[in-house]
């Protein structure tokens, strides 16, 4: 069965640190790849996705995830992190036609100290 | 544009009993997917309906159901609760394909004791 895994559970950074968190995925086809954010009290919301193309895909608030097919993997990257992007962060994967259904990894809590 | 509804937003039930939740999709939205969030298992897929057809269906049993309506709202039954059925249970929405961005409501959460 196809999984998802996010190998970093909790994360602390200082602000101003860069940030790498990492996604791996087990299924072998064409897919497509999402990071989601959950900020404390809201929604999930799209960060990124890549679909095809340039395997490095820029999302909103400086966010940036590099496709590296070889290696079956997803990483997110930010250069400097800031308090607000204390959230709770999950990678999704998408099996080509397979409509809308995301497997979702375990997630990755990141907590940014002033 | 209101975004993705869902009703009610907490519900405590019992052992043995069965739920219904609703979900209001944003208008336009053709799809509708729900998914279950527990601390033990993270965001578990439970189905999604595309025009009023299930199109894709997770690993849960039986005793959870969805349907969607032809106003693109959608509901999702579970019977004969049990403990482990506590959890958050997430709506999303599409305009159809996952190139379109899904927006995700808020949630039902659901206590059974």
């Known amino acids: 069965a196809q999984s998802v895994s996010q190998h970093n559970h909790h994360v602390i950074l200082s602000e101003a640190a860069s940030l790498e968190l990492g996604c791996n995925y087990s299924?072998?086809?064409?897919?497509?790849l999402f990071w989601y954010v959950q900020y404390p009290g809201q929604h999930l919301q799209l960060l990124l996705k890549y679909f095809s193309g340039d395997p490095l895909v820029k999302g909103i608030k400086g966010f940036e995830a590099e496709f590296i097919k070889s290696k079956f993997s997803f990483n997110l990257r930010k250069p400097s992190v800031q308090w607000s992007d204390t959230a709770e962060y999950f990678c999704a994967v998408n099996k080509d036609n397979a409509g809308n259904m995301l497997t979702f990894g375990g997630g990755t809590r990141l907590m940014v100290k002033p | 544009k209101a975004g993705v509804t869902q009703t009610p937003r907490y519900l405590i039930k019992t052992r043995g009993q069965q739920v219904t939740l609703s979900c209001s999709p944003i208008s336009g939205h053709r799809s509708v997917s729900w998914y279950q969030q527990t601390p033990g298992q993270g965001l578990q897929f439970l189905f999604e309906?595309?025009?009023?057809?299930?199109?894709n269906k997770g690993n849960f049993p039986g005793r959870f159901s969805g349907r969607q309506f032809s106003n693109s709202r959608s509901e999702m039954n579970v019977s004969t609760l049990e403990l482990g059925d506590s959890a958050l249970y997430l709506c999303a929405s599409s305009p159809g394909t996952p190139l379109y961005e899904q927006y995700f409501g808020p949630g039902t959460r659901l206590t059974v004791t």
């Open positions: 309906y595309f025009s009023e057809t299930q199109r």
């Open positions: 299924y072998g086809g064409t897919v497509n």
